[in-house]
């Protein structure tokens, strides 16, 4: 077998900046429809439990393409599957905009099929690229790549609601968005190198895994719970996504540019806590800032269902953004610590995150049928509490004595650990 180049050290630095935009384009693309819709959910015609089920489309178009990007990955490697998907990123807004504009549910509910397909191809893909970053660097990347995503949001959302503030047509709005991604989107792709994640001769040292080796990953119990942590974040993070606008449009009788405002304060609040995310893991390590992020993440929602005020809501869902934005990056981080199989660990950890996807829009849409959308946060303040107990398994995993990167049994392949990166050696990993 032969090894794939090793990218030079400015090839590595073009890798981390092409990450960087993918990521970009990802949270910009997101933020400028989720800031529009209680317009679109107007255009529609449709109600709280309505719009749940055309958000689903988000959630099943999400789950196929990361269903399907593990195994893409194992075969062509990171940098065809992240192009596809940020193509599909890039189109989904324009069907979007399409269907609020003709009133078509039913093609909003595609787009967002569409968008959600080409977000979770790149979703394996882009984090084991990042993972493999952090093992070029030597050094944590993955939080800041995150970050590059909520900072997206932000942008997105602010231009969501200086556009709302004037009523600028959500379809126009949403194909400029499309159109202005597009040429930056070609460009990061290019930056990709070939081969990253791919098993078999020519690509890798790695073989490639059985079926059955592909499967025995998800019976490690390490990724199991790893899962489990990512399964709550998400759903935490996600439900922000999701809800935040249209909790306070109806739960505080805000009106739409003011909800929308409040979302950037929680994308804000994300991109913040993200981009500190190497600085603070340097410190106190990841169990301990896993475990944080999820208490202050439950705590952030609670203070969002119960605050008096919408003033006391906005600043607890800083306390959201922030409890949220580090569990998905450090747990993704944890997965792909050791460099055999990788892509078979990220691929397994972030198709469990993505039931909460699924699951969460539809069933919280329900829900605040019923109860109304701030009390439906309950659940999920208390899937993050949950999750906060699990936290030890984000710990850096022992080095095996004489690994080679197979389990001994033969039945899957070994978590074998990667050299810590310096800045996040410490006692608590």
């Not at 255009?43 to 593990?70: D, F, K, N, R």
């Not at 003011?258 to 981009?275: E, K, N």
């Not at 998905?328 to 990220?346: E, K, L, N, Q, Y």
Request: aromatic fraction near 6%.
């Amino acid at each position: 077998m032969t090894s794939r180049k090793e990218p030079s050290p400015d090839g590595v630095r073009r890798w981390r900046a092409g990450l960087f935009v993918l990521f970009v384009i990802v949270g910009v693309t997101m933020s400028s429809w989720i800031t529009r819709t209680p317009d679109i959910r107007d255009a529609i015609g449709a109600s709280t439990a309505g719009m749940g089920l055309v958000i689903l489309g988000l959630s099943l178009g999400a789950m196929i393409g990361v269903l399907g990007s593990g195994q893409l990955v194992a075969r062509y490697g990171g940098r065809p599957v992240a192009g596809t998907g940020i193509a599909l990123v890039v189109l989904g807004p324009v069907l979007v905009g399409t269907g609020a504009v003709t009133g078509a549910g039913g093609l909003v509910f595609a787009g967002l099929v569409i968008f959600g397909s080409g977000s979770g191809l790149m979703e394996i893909a882009v984090n084991i690229e990042g993972a493999a970053v952090e093992r070029a660097l030597s050094r944590p990347v993955l939080p800041a790549l995150h970050g590059c995503f909520s900072a997206g949001t932000v942008v997105g959302a602010a231009g969501g609601i200086a556009l709302t503030g004037i009523d600028f047509a959500v379809s126009w709005h949403l194909c400029l968005i499309s159109a202005l991604c597009a040429p930056a989107a070609a460009w990061a792709v290019r930056q990709l190198p070939a081969g990253t994640g791919r098993e078999g001769a020519g690509a890798t040292d790695e073989p490639r895994l059985t079926r059955a080796e592909r499967l025995a990953v998800w019976r490690e119990p390490r990724t199991l719970m790893l899962g489990a942590i990512v399964l709550g974040m998400a759903l935490a993070e996600g439900a922000a996504n999701d809800w935040l606008p249209l909790i306070m449009v109806d739960g505080y009788d805000l009106d739409a540019t003011t909800g929308s405002l409040v979302y950037t304060l929680f994308a804000a609040a994300m991109a913040t806590g993200r981009f500190g995310g190497e600085f603070v893991l340097a410190r106190l390590g990841r169990v301990v800032v896993v475990r944080g992020s999820a208490v202050l993440a439950a705590v952030g929602i609670l203070i969002v269902v119960f605050a008096p005020h919408p003033a006391l809501a906005a600043v607890a869902v800083v306390l959201w953004g922030l409890g949220a934005a580090l569990g998905f990056p450090v747990t993704i981080s944890a997965a792909g610590d050791s460099p055999h199989h990788a892509a078979a660990r990220v691929s397994a950890v972030a198709t469990i995150a993505y039931l909460a996807f699924l699951a969460g829009p539809p069933a919280l849409g329900l829900l605040g049928e019923h109860t109304g959308l701030r009390n439906a946060m309950l659940a999920v303040a208390f899937v993050a509490l949950l999750v906060s107990t699990l936290a030890s398994a984000a710990r850096r995993p022992a080095a095996p004595a004489g690994g080679t990167g197979r389990a001994a049994t033969g039945t899957g392949p070994r978590p074998a650990a990667a050299p810590a990166p310096p800045s996040a050696r410490n006692p608590a990993d």
